[in-house]
């Protein structure tokens, strides 16, 4: 478990920044403060940043919840 830094951020996946760099389709879980961890896939790298495309998209409520406290 890191604490990594989040950019990007939509309902739909977000942009991480990794202390070690992840492979292309490797299985990844983001959490959030104060939510469950959210299953994805790296769907691509560029040094040690990577987009991540989650499983199940974040309810839209749960997201507007989410985006003050990632700002």
Not at 9 to 23: D, I, M, T
Not at 52 to 68: G, N, R, S, T
Request: contains cysteine.
């Amino acid at each position: 478990n890191y604490r990594v830094r989040v950019f990007d951020a939509s309902p739909l996946g977000c942009k991480l920044e990794f202390v070690e760099r992840p492979q292309l389709d490797e299985r990844v879980w983001v959490k959030f403060d104060r939510l469950e961890a959210i299953e994805g896939v790296v769907c691509w790298v560029e040094g040690f940043q990577a987009g991540i495309q989650y499983d199940k998209p974040m309810h839209p409520a749960v997201f507007e919840m989410l985006l003050p406290r990632l700002t």
